[in-house]
């Protein structure tokens, strides 16, 4: 049995952080529908519906990074889910749910097709600029992915609890 090349050992630590990440998600997104995902548990908490497209909008930086292309969104998101995208009540203020669901789950697999694709010396080279503060090489970028996702999940999580629903992971 041969020894794991570091290459496959840094994308196999990204996808597994970037699985948890997503299941936990999915999860809490289980059985939310109509006005559920544009309920907030608190004065300015996020709902379900932002947190769905602000997640697609996060995978689909990462992926731009590298491809500008593979980083498009639908007109509307950037402004909807970008940062500092103020968070409407009212799911008639964002693009459909079923486009925001499939971009959720596109720009997932562009994340992970990207990552895939990338050698060695890619995932080692330094970022600078903006990206820098979101990890120090692309290696690191899954887990930032991962850990903002589990911060959104734990929102939901409470969207769950404010309307009566089981806690799902």
């Known amino acids: 049995m041969s020894t794991p090349s570091l290459r496959d050992e840094l994308i196999a ?7 948890l990440a997503r299941d936990t998600t999915n999860a809490m997104l289980d059985g939310l529908e109509g006005d559920q995902l544009t309920h907030r548990a608190c004065t300015g908490g996020q709902h379900a519906l932002h947190i769905l497209g602000h997640l697609a909008f996060s995978d689909a930086m990462t992926v731009g990074l590298d ?28 693009p459909p749910v079923d486009v925001i669901r499939a971009q959720f789950t596109q720009k997932r697999e562009a994340v992970i097709a990207w990552l895939e694709g990338l050698d060695e010396q890619s995932l080692l080279a330094p970022l600078d600029g903006p990206w820098a503060e979101f990890g120090r090489n692309r290696a690191h970028l899954p887990h930032t992915l991962a850990w903002h996702e589990g911060t959104h999940s734990g929102q939901l999580s409470q969207v769950r609890r404010s309307l009566g629903l089981a806690h799902k992971f």
């Open 67 to 94: 491809d500008e292309a593979a980083g498009t969104l639908p007109d509307g998101f950037k402004d909807a889910f970008g940062m500092g995208a103020v968070i409407k009540d009212t799911a008639a203020d964002y």
């Open 13 to 19: 630590s990204g996808l597994a952080s970037l699985k």
